[in-house]
């Protein structure tokens, strides 16, 4: 044994030694056998113990400081593992259970080298320990039908049941597997704010339990909180519309527990309708995305809630002036967990400021005023079952639901119009996670998921009747492999096949018409990916490939190639660069109606590719970034080009003369993108730069080329987040250039020579809004509740310099042949204040 390890040994034993000796002379002069603390108890909390004399006669404890009952029996059946069952309010029995001495060498899979260190865990017990420098340890008084679990970083645990010691005649070696987890590496530990972390394929993973505080956010909404990151924006100030690098929503692939969807907001957009306090991490991907992921053109973003099996039952509770919510993490077994939460808005029976402000937002220029009642919910379940140390299976589900009720009463009317409108997304999907080797791990997932937008308006006394609906149903299932070809290379491999449904049905009564178009699309993909991680990782570099077959059962039939590529290297100690680029391709899409559609509140309805109409959608992208980063400071830079083919008139919201056309064409961006972010344990301070030159191309129209609907060239955040003590402060401004518009011509506003009559307008998009100016702020405030339970305080303002910014203009011809011009604003100053519960 070396010198070093001898010495160590002997200090310890010499520690050991000391402490047990002081613990001997300690229990020698305040234990009391057990027996006699028992007959106290029965007299202190009038209660009654059955037990055999033989069991207990030889037992001494030292008494208990609590003067509890449940505590004090609890630690009796720590300290001396004795069994006791409580067979009412008064009686109780106590059972001695054998106990075992146990010990063992641990050891590496070859059985050469010893591993210190391993940490000895006594299930149902509080022994606990770690091996010495030979790889040994050694418990007395162990249950023998407890479970005994060792564990070391960067091996695999290992699971044996304590009677299998028994019958060994020397100590146990246990010999425990390398393991080749495949993790991220977290190149930028705080990145804006704590729970922020940018990995090393330049994607960003939000971590909402870690999530400190943004500006204008007093709680961490996953779909506000991603739009602080440079080049992720929503032009119309909606959760339910976001724009990544110039993209539409619907160009967005959103995944939750891997199941895609096709709902993401509450108050039609306003709110986010994923519960942060169930999602464990969320990944964003705005380039180079795995080819295990297949649709969305524009980025990804990615919510997993929790794979481990917790320890410890957690949970907590909370309200805002929005809804209140709950959720829990409950261990049910030592391989059975679940997951649940709840939340739901009381819009429908209570007003606040913020319902005040949200409403005038959502319902401007719709059918509906503030008298409209109108209410959400969502809950969540997620099961974890581990069906052995190799395999586990996950079961998660999502339900969400919006829905408003409103009764207008006119004066000449007998009957009052009615109008109701329900969004409701259901989904379910499971996982099977397994390790067939050291080498070798799977993944076969499948989900379902439906979404349904129904409204419905009667008006004109009842006699007219107006029926919308727009539903999707998609299922998918996913089998996907990693083989660690060599160390440091990871070879991944898999299929995936997605059949998705889409209905959109209108019925008017007067006067009559019905259309009701269905298509069904199915989808088999291929795909495969090589990474590599240098042994000094300076260089990581993944490289791959998806292979799609559409199928549209009615019309076409076609094969998309899908290369990728993700590439980051350190140039200089700190200084990296990532070239990232990558194909992609979609089959779903969102058109926008007409104003008057959906009650003039959710316009935009599900579509399928039917390969003339509407051709699959195809992007490609490319862009190369330099990042400086240090503990305290952090500077970026990345430049990328964008172009997307395949999009329709309809799906980009014309509001012009190109509203009707029907025509197909593309865009393309060009793009940079600028973070600089100095930070430290208590402040971090940030200023974001985001360029996009952004156009369309239709070829049949005049002219062919002109600015996008999302063509917003300048973006700038400064912000700032300071931590007190217990208490957070964030502040920041949000600056964008307007957005382009079309505004009719000035010499000929209207075209008389059509019937009906028409507006002329100036050439698409020539015109801009006045640029966008937002002042935010929030403040959390966390106190101790109790030993386990924490309440936090929390308090934000939207804007709060209440300026009224322009999100759109767009114009209409009166039956009077004036031209109406509509404006939709901002939100105005929102408050909002939230109390939260957690333990």
């Known amino acids: 044994m070396p010198k070093k390890h001898l010495n160590n040994l002997i200090i310890m034993l010499f520690l050991l030694s000391f402490s047990m000796n002081g613990y001997a002379q300690n229990v020698t002069d305040k234990s009391v056998p057990l027996r006699d603390f028992l007959s106290e108890l029965e007299t202190s909390f009038n209660v009654k113990f059955s037990y055999a004399d033989s069991d207990i006669n030889t037992i001494n404890i030292v008494k208990p400081d609590s003067k509890s009952l449940d505590i004090i029996l609890n630690e009796i059946r720590e300290v001396t593992g004795i069994t006791i069952n409580k067979l009412n309010d008064r009686y109780y029995t106590l059972t001695k259970t054998a106990t075992i001495s146990i010990c063992g060498f641990v050891l590496d899979n070859f059985e050469e080298n010893t591993i210190p260190g391993a940490t000895v865990e006594i299930y149902q017990s509080n022994l606990t320990g770690i091996t010495d420098a030979t790889g040994a340890f050694r418990f007395d008084n162990v249950l023998e039908n407890s479970l005994v679990y060792i564990k070391h970083l960067g091996y695999k645990p290992v699971f044996i049941e304590a009677k ?26 705080q990145f804006l704010t704590t729970g922020l972390n940018k990995l090393s394929d330049a994607s960003i993973e939000l971590n909402p339990a870690k999530f400190g505080i943004l500006p204008g956010v007093s709680e961490p909404d996953i779909l506000q909180t991603i739009q602080a990151l440079p080049g992720i924006k929503s032009v119309d100030e909606t959760v339910s519309d976001i724009n990544i690098r110039g993209g539409t929503n619907d160009q967005n692939l959103i995944l939750w527990d891997g199941i895609k969807m096709y709902q993401t907001g509450h108050f039609f957009g306003l709110i986010s309708a994923f519960n942060p306090y169930v999602t464990q991490k969320v990944s964003i991907i705005k380039n180079g995305t795995s080819a295990m992921f297949g649709g969305g053109v524009s980025g990804t973003l990615h919510m997993h809630t929790i794979d481990e099996l917790p320890i410890t039952y957690t949970g907590g509770a909370g309200v805002n002036l929005i809804s209140g919510d709950i959720f829990g993490e409950i261990p049910i077994t030592e391989n059975l967990a679940v ?26 220029d719709s059918e509906v005023d503030n008298e409209g009642e109108f209410y959400f919910y969502d809950f969540t379940a997620k099961l974890i079952y ?30 009052p119009n009615r ?9 379910i999907g499971s996982q099977l996670q397994s390790e067939w080797t050291d080498e070798l791990t799977s993944q076969l997932s499948f989900y379902y998921t439906q979404y349904n937008l129904d409204a419905l308006s009667i008006s004109n006394n009842d006699l007219q009747q107006l029926k919308q609906n727009n539903l999707v149903k998609e299922s998918n299932v996913k089998l996907s492999t990693n083989y660690m070809l060599k160390e440091r ?11 998705t449904g889409i209905e959109n049905t209108t019925n008017v009564n ?4 019905a259309s009701n178009i269905k298509g069904v699309i199915r989808q088999h993909a291929l795909f495969s990916e090589l990474k590599y991680s240098s042994e000094n990782e300076k260089l990581i570099g993944i490289i791959g490939g998806r292979l799609n077959y559409f199928e549209n059962l009615n019309t076409f039939k076609e094969y998309v190639f899908e290369p990728r590529i993700n590439v980051t ?27 008057q559609n959906f009650l003039g509140i959710e316009k935009r309805r599900w579509i399928l590719s039917d390969g003339d109409a509407l051709p699959i959608t195809k992007s490609k992208q490319g862009s190369i970034g330099f990042n400086y980063d240090t503990d305290k400071l952090y500077v970026g830079i990345d430049g990328f080009y964008k172009e997307v083919n395949g999009i329709n008139v309809y799906t980009q919201g014309f509001q012009n003369q190109n509203q009707f056309e029907g025509e197909i064409g593309s865009y393309a961006i060009k793009g940079a993108e600028f973070l600089i972010n100095t930070k430290n344990n208590d402040y971090s301070a940030w200023l974001s730069y985001t360029f996009n030159k952004n156009d369309y191309t239709f070829d049949a129209l005049i002219p062919a080329t002109f600015p996008n609907n999302l063509d917003v060239r300048h973006s700038v955040t400064l912000a700032a987040n300071y931590i007190i003590g217990n208490l957070k402060l964030g502040a920041g401004l949000n600056y964008k250039s307007g957005k382009p518009y079309t505004q009719p011509d000035v010499n000929e506003p209207i075209d008389n020579t059509v019937f009906p009559n028409e507006i002329n307008y100036q050439n698409p998009n020539s015109s801009r809004l006045p640029e966008y100016i937002r002042v935010d702020a929030s403040a959390i405030y966390t106190m101790k509740l109790g030993r386990s339970a924490k309440g936090t305080i929390g308090a934000s303002i939207l804007n709060i310099t209440n300026r009224k910014n ?18 939709r604003v901002s939100l105005r100053m929102t408050p909002n204040a939230s109390f939260r519960i957690q333990f």
């Open 419 to 427: 109008s109701n409108l329900n969004q409701d997304n259901f989904s």
């Open 510 to 513: 007067q006067p009559p018409f």
């Open 339 to 364: 997951q649940v939460s709840a939340r739901r808005s009381y819009t429908d029976f209570l007003n606040t400021p913020t319902y005040t402000t949200f409403s005038e937002k959502a319902f401007q």
């Open 164 to 189: 299998e010691f028994v019958n060994t005649r020397e100590c146990k070696t246990i010999a425990m597997a390398l393991s080749y987890q495949e993790l991220d590496e977290v190149i930028v530990t």
């Open 569 to 595: 290297y350190e140039l200089l100690p700190n200084i990296k660069t990532e070239v990232l680029g990558e194909f992609k391709s979609q089959v779903t899409n969102q058109i926008i109606d007409l104003e």
């Open 489 to 499: 290379i990871n070879w991944m491999n898999g299929y995936e096949f997605t059949e």
């Open 806 to 823: 322009m999100l759109n203009t767009f114009y209409r011809l009166q039956e009077d042949n004036s031209i109406e011009s509509i404006e």
């Open 386 to 415: 581990e069906v052995n140390p190799y395999q586990q299976v996950r079961v998660s589900m999502i339900n969400m639901s919006n829905n408003l009720n409103y009764i207008e009463t006119t004066n000449d009317s007998i009957a």
